[in-house]
């Protein structure tokens, strides 16, 4: 019993591994990383796709979750206003089959 207990945990826990739960903080010193958002697609480094409920937004494919309070979120964010202060640029997205990479070198950030 204890062997499927500690089974099921682990799959749920790999499951959760790259949700994509992010909260928003007001200061840079409070995130785990810095974005910018760029006017263009082609300029992103991620294409993000803002869904409407937690669930939505698992693996680490450009499917974020707003959340409300911080310690509901995975990674927090910080906003920045110049692209070379960012550590991420991205490309909020108008459908979920267009998020995703476009620079796999950045995917780190949100493991």
Do not use: P, R
Not at 66 to 72: E, R, S
Not at 81 to 110: C, M, P, Q, R, T
């Amino acid at each position: 019993m204890k062997n499927i207990f500690f089974i099921l945990f682990f799959l749920v826990a790999i499951e959760f591994a790259n949700a994509q739960k992010i909260y928003s903080v007001d200061s840079d010193y409070k995130a785990d990383f810095k974005v910018y958002v760029v006017s263009d697609d082609y300029k992103a480094d991620l294409l993000v796709y803002k869904v409407d409920a937690d669930y939505k937004a698992k693996d680490n494919n450009g499917k974020w979750f707003f959340t409300d309070v911080d310690y509901k979120a995975d990674k927090k964010v910080f906003f920045v206003n110049d692209d070379y202060k960012a550590d991420l640029k991205i490309y909020f997205v108008n459908a979920d089959y267009k998020a995703g990479w476009k620079n796999d070198s950045k995917k780190h950030l949100l493991n």
